[in-house]
């Protein structure tokens, strides 16, 4: 049942502690959000700062130490078996497939487990296999299967019962180009079409700005940011560079920019957003040298939350 704000997902206070030998050590240290049904959220932050913990407490793995969390209105770890039918989870480095099963097999199982009806399971593995190019695949044993094979039949696996939530822990970990397209793609797809209401850990901050309408970033147990990309990069993103490929290999010095990179004929000139306009940097550039090409690079992401990281911005949110 989803609260009447149309949360999907509430937490509140959420706290958990871990005792080791040296003492206790604080995974995550209070954190509050909210997700609205189909929202499709990242869940962003440097190792060892809380995402991973987060997740499994709100896939109901592990019990918090404080705090209070629901899941499509049920709480994780009181009622983990209901709401691993509501939920379908996705960790990069394991695998929930049977090893030695060919690939068809796993997929029986899971549909036996989470007591998919036959006649709808075939059509929806039908439409999975065809989205995911599983077909080739089905009957290869899951051993057999490449990084980037497996990481699409998880998948698979995960969203074959249809769930309301999807947890993916680093789901493009170790992934070529190409796999990651197509992981992205489906994972797009399923959101569009579904619903699906998807919750996105990762270093990979493409897959965030390619998925995501949301980020959140958590370091040390915090959230320091809660809003948008674009809105990150309003707010973080002061600088701005031009790339520009020259006729001649020569200096370039023009008030208001610098030339952070120079490589051949190619100069990267960096200016501040809020003190010059990209067009009036442009026209300068043109006035001054004869130019065979431009380009404007916008802020990246990862800089963005490595500057929050080492205190150069303070947190934001919206």
Same mark, same amino acid.
């Given at each position: 049942?989803?609260?009447?704000?149309?949360?999907?997902?509430?937490?509140?206070?959420?706290?958990?502690?871990?005792?080791?030998?040296?003492?206790?050590?604080?995974?995550?240290?209070?954190?509050?959000?909210?997700?609205?049904?189909?929202?499709?959220?990242?869940?962003?932050?440097?190792?060892?700062?809380?995402?991973?913990?987060?997740?499994?407490?709100?896939?109901?793995?592990?019990?918090?130490?404080?705090?209070?969390?629901?899941?499509?209105?049920?709480?994780?770890?009181?009622?983990?078996?209901?709401?691993?039918?509501?939920?379908?989870?996705?960790?990069?480095?394991?695998?929930?497939?049977?090893?030695?099963?060919?690939?068809?097999?796993?997929?029986?199982?899971?549909?036996?487990?989470?007591?998919?009806?036959?006649?709808?399971?075939?059509?929806?593995?039908?439409?999975?296999?065809?989205?995911?190019?599983?077909?080739?695949?089905?009957?290869?044993?899951?051993?057999?299967?490449?990084?980037?094979?497996?990481?699409?039949?998880?998948?698979?696996?995960?969203?074959?019962?249809?769930?309301?939530?999807?947890?993916?822990?680093?789901?493009?970990?170790?992934?070529?180009?190409?796999?990651?397209?197509?992981?992205?793609?489906?994972? *797009?797809? $399923?959101? !569009?079409? /579904?619903?699906?209401?998807?919750? +996105?850990?990762?270093? =990979?901050?493409? #897959? %965030?700005?390619?998925?995501?309408?949301?980020?959140?970033?958590?370091?040390?147990?915090?959230?320091?940011?809660?809003?948008?990309?674009?809105?990150?990069?309003?707010?973080?993103?002061?600088?701005?560079?031009?790339?520009?490929?020259?006729?001649?290999?020569?200096?370039?010095?023009?008030?208001?920019?610098?030339?952070?990179?120079?490589?051949?004929?190619?100069?990267?000139?960096?200016?501040?957003?809020?003190?010059?306009?990209?067009?009036?940097?442009?026209? *300068?550039? $043109?006035? !001054?040298? /004869?130019?065979?090409?431009?380009? +404007?690079?916008?802020? =990246?992401?990862? #800089? %963005?939350?490595?500057?929050?990281?080492?205190?150069?911005?303070?947190?934001?949110?919206?």
């Amino acid at each position: 049942m989803i609260a009447r704000d149309g949360a999907m997902i509430e937490v509140a206070g959420l706290r958990k502690e871990f005792r080791t030998r040296r003492g206790r050590v604080v995974g995550v240290a209070g954190i509050d959000f909210r997700v609205a049904a189909g929202e499709f959220v990242g869940y962003a932050g440097p190792n060892g700062a809380g995402k991973s913990t987060t997740v499994k407490m709100m896939s109901g793995i592990l019990v918090p130490s404080a705090g209070t969390i629901r899941v499509d209105g049920l709480v994780p770890w009181r009622e983990r078996r209901r709401l691993a039918r509501r939920t379908g989870v996705v960790f990069g480095q394991r695998s929930q497939l049977w090893w030695d099963l060919p690939v068809r097999e796993s997929f029986e199982l899971v549909g036996h487990l989470y007591g998919v009806p036959g006649a709808e399971q075939a059509v929806r593995l039908a439409r999975l296999a065809a989205l995911l190019d599983l077909g080739p695949l089905l009957d290869e044993p899951v051993r057999a299967l490449s990084l980037g094979q497996r990481m699409r039949a998880e998948l698979a696996a995960a969203v074959l019962p249809m769930p309301r939530v999807l947890f993916l822990d680093e789901p493009t970990i170790g992934l070529d180009v190409e796999a990651k397209a197509a992981v992205r793609d489906f994972l *797009r797809e $399923l959101n !569009r079409a /579904e619903g699906t209401t998807v919750i +996105l850990t990762t270093h =990979d901050l493409d #897959d %965030i700005t390619q998925l995501c309408s949301r980020l959140m970033i958590i370091d040390h147990g915090r959230l320091i940011y809660d809003g948008t990309v674009d809105r990150l990069r309003d707010a973080y993103g002061t600088t701005r560079v031009l790339v520009v490929d020259l006729v001649d290999d020569v200096r370039v010095e023009l008030e208001g920019a610098a030339t952070v990179r120079a490589e051949g004929h190619r100069r990267w000139l960096q200016f501040a957003r809020d003190e010059l306009s990209a067009a009036e940097l442009i026209a *300068r550039v $043109l006035d !001054r040298h /004869e130019v065979v090409d431009l380009t +404007l690079v916008e802020p =990246d992401i990862e #800089d %963005i939350v490595r500057r929050i990281y080492r205190g150069e911005a303070a947190p934001a949110s919206g």
